[in-house]
């Protein structure tokens, strides 16, 4: 199940049009749910509950100079009063809408190891009580270290490896699609939300960590990978 709440609250509010967002609809059942389902087949684990945003996500950093980045997809984290800490995964309405199925694929396949590696960071605190630094991180987070490994998820031959060694050698890279979402979205003026990168967080309490539960196909991966 993929919510499409956002869109449809867009749509009424007059942010977007009821054209655009009939074809977010349509592409999200036909592109988006087909990757879910083909990485979950292709991992056996089940994915996070999944949202589309009707909004182009940029990521402002300062340092000498200012410079954006988009953000197309997120997985995102927070406090949970039934299991400590849920997840759930963002997905941009330009990706869904201007993303070929193999970029849909790497990035629905990338995000499944950004999960895993914070569900693998929590699972280690509730279950041994490791010390855990600090209480926030960087939702929108890219950074590669932020990944578990994807050859303990996909067989070695998959295609999903070779799609996640195509798209993601320095970040991900599709120029035809950075071109489309430039023409299709950016330049129409359709709705874009800047936020600065350091304001990109989220706080979980020590104690929703401690509570935290994982599904068992989930837990069971990031066991294996910990006896690797």
């Known amino acids: 199940m993929i919510a499409l709440d956002d869109v449809e609250r867009y749509v009424s509010t007059g942010l977007l049009s009821g ?4 074809k977010i609809f349509e592409r999200t059942e036909d592109v988006l749910s087909d990757s879910i389902r083909r990485v979950e087949r292709a991992s056996g684990i089940p994915y ?3 949202r589309i ?3 182009l996500l940029v990521l402002m950093y300062s340092n000498d100079v200012t410079y ?3 953000v197309y997809a997120r997985t995102l984290v927070k406090p949970s ?3 400590g800490v849920e997840f759930h995964m963002e997905f941009t309405a330009p990706l869904v809408l201007y993303a070929s199925r193999d970029s849909m694929d790497a990035i629905v396949a990338h995000e499944l190891t950004h999960y895993l590696m914070l569900a693998k960071k929590f699972y280690s605190y509730s279950v ?3 010390p855990i630094t600090a209480t926030t991180f960087e939702a929108g987070e890219l950074d590669m270290e932020m990944t578990i ?3 303990t998820i996909f067989r070695r031959r998959s295609r999903f490896l070779r799609l996640l060694r195509e798209k993601f050698q320095d970040g991900f890279k599709d120029e035809a699609f950075e071109r489309r979402v430039e023409r299709r979205w950016l330049r129409r003026g359709l709705p874009v939300i800047r936020t600065k990168a350091e304001e990109n967080v989220v706080r979980i309490p020590v104690e929703d960590i401690a509570r935290f539960s994982l599904d068992r196909k989930v837990a069971e991966k990031i066991e294996a990978y910990d006896q690797r």
Request: hydrophobic residues 20%; negative net charge; charged residues 25%.
């Open 149 to 151: 490994d994807p050859e």
């Open 68 to 70: 954006e980045v988009n």
């Open 48 to 50: 996070p509950p999944s």
């Open 53 to 55: 945003s009707p909004y």
């Open 81 to 83: 009063d039934t299991a």
């Open 19 to 22: 054209e655009i967002a009939s």
């Open 128 to 130: 041994t009580n490791e």
